[in-house]
Nanobody
Framework: VQLQASGGGLVQAGGSLRLSCAAS????????MGWFRQAPGKEREFVAAITRGGEGTFYEDSVKGRFAMSRDNNKNTVYLQMNSLKPEDTAAYYC???????????????WGRGTLVTVSS
């Protein structure tokens, strides 16, 4: 499966963005999906994950209550709605996929190219 993230940009603190990740090659209904981010000079970190049917979502503590991950399997796309953005959310955001739930929040098999989110103070 090939993944392409989009929707990044420059936003002021307190603002919102919605990232999209479009998949091709295979249907994403077979995959657990995740979002990761990497800030300048830092390691890539887990942000959110969603089960194959979308009934379950999981978040890194710092984004709980502010970010919401969803998916539309008919459109082969997953989303990350980011609200109340903070400067520390500035990073390149990557979507990822894995057929194993145990891997999707740590070492997913499939990665897309990132989209840059910059939050100004």
């Amino acid at each position: 499966v090939q993944l392409q993230a989009s929707g990044g940009g420059l936003v002021q603190a307190g603002g919102s963005l919605r990232l999209s990740c479009a998949a091709s090659g295979r249907t994403i209904s077979n995959y657990y999906m995740g979002w990761f981010r990497q800030a300048p000079g830092k390691e890539r970190e887990f942000v959110a994950a969603i089960t194959r049917g979308g009934e379950g979502t999981f978040y890194e503590d710092s984004v709980k209550g502010r970010f919401a991950m969803s998916r539309d399997n008919n459109k082969n796309t997953v989303y990350l709605q980011m609200n109340s953005l903070k400067p520390e959310d500035t990073a390149a955001y990557y979507c990822a996929a894995d057929e194993r739930f145990s891997a999707v929040n740590s070492r997913p098999t499939h990665w897309g190219r990132g989209t840059l989110v910059t939050v100004s103070s």
